[in-house]
């Protein structure tokens, strides 16, 4: 599997981690519990018990955030040094501890570390966007049976909403757009500009909801290993972007192996709100409703099979290179720019082993 070891990876929503329970995940083929430590901040470990390698999450948080393992009965503090052991005379062997992961909270997100290099909270990815308190939808996120690259191609590219999302996200009228593609050393961005179009479903619940035609401008930004921000604006035609109003989409994407990707999702509303203060928690979970339609009922199943002729044709030794058109430009530098990152990862691990 193709993954940058030393980066944050979304793991859980901060409101999914409850204190006094225990989270199973699954990241870049390692399993992992998470809980909240008794300062209420989030830890990660390995999710197997140095004994007998158990899984921990089946183990009993305690009060004081120490974790018992539920098969033998040693009990792990929130470091994953075993603090307790109730067999024998009770001696603890040095070795008798479980791996730690760096875990912080931001931006409503439990983020893990999950290489080998010293933890850095200024790489965590800036979704301050969530701090800002703008009402938005729910805190969500569904597993698509898929490699993340996948995934990734297909929020760089959105020219796919006018047909996968048709009437809900574009429609007929958004299938064209004016293209730019933009690239740092660790992002790629880009801008569709669709206009004089008739507004599509989700953002007409937001918009005026006169069915007046309008301008769509849509800039995601991806960022290295695989955090997505679509920024979406619909204004009057001809209007400036910042005139219109619009969501800031939030897209988590985290591998739990080379054939699952962990998706988390939500957004937040920005620009002038047309929606009756009383009708706004119902507009809320009907755009949470219909954004997770999207993502698992429209998206994943095309995903998941794309993925799965892949996987078929490698198998049998076929050639798996697809025709490429203008609209792939933004996905295929993404793809360029993470195999160069693994590459210098990979050469600087394989350096520092020599020496």
Known sequence: ????????????????????????????????????????????????CAHKLAPLHL?????????RCNYHGLVFDAEGQC?????????????????????????????????PAAADPARVPDFSVLDRGLPGTKFD??????????ITDNLLDLSHVSFLHRGLLGNEETENAEIDVQQTPD?????????????????????????????VWTTIRWTAPGTLLNDTVVCDPGQSPAEGTGI??????????????????TSVRK?????????????RRKLSELRRYAFEEQDA???????????????????????????DAGPLRARRLLEGLVAAERSLTDERAAT
Do not use: C
């Not at 979304?10 to 199973?24: H, I, K, N, S, Y």
């Not at 800031?248 to 999702?265: A, I, K, N, R």
């Open 301 to 327: 199943p095309m995903i998941a099979g794309q993925h799965e002729i892949l996987a078929q044709r490698r198998r049998n030794g076929q050639p798996v290179q697809p025709v490429l058109l203008n609209i």
């Open 187 to 215: 992002t790629v961005s880009v801008t569709r500009i669709m206009r004089d179009a008739p507004p599509p479903g989700l953002f007409a619940l937001m918009y005026k909801k006169d069915a007046r035609r309008v301008d």
């Open 83 to 115: 603090v307790h052991n109730p067999h024998g005379s009770g001696q603890i062997p040095p070795a008798m501890k479980v791996q730690r992961y760096a875990a912080i909270e931001r931006h409503s997100m439990v983020w893990v570390w999950m290489g």
């Open 1 to 48: 599997m193709q993954a940058l070891k030393n980066a944050w990876y979304a793991a859980v929503w901060g409101v999914d981690l409850e204190p006094g329970t225990l989270v199973r995940r699954r990241l870049l083929g390692e399993d992992l519990v998470l809980f909240r430590g008794p300062d209420g901040a989030p830890r990660a470990l390995a999710d197997a």
């Open 271 to 283: 620009g002038p709100q047309y929606v009756a203060p009383e009708d706004l928690d119902e507009v």
């Open 248 to 265: 800031f989409g939030v897209h988590l994407l985290t591998p739990q192996d080379e054939h699952s990707t962990l998706y988390h999702f």
């Open 59 to 67: 183990g009993t948080l305690l009060p004081d955030s120490r974790l």
């Open 141 to 150: 996120h569904i597993t698509m049976q898929a490699d993340h690259q996948l």
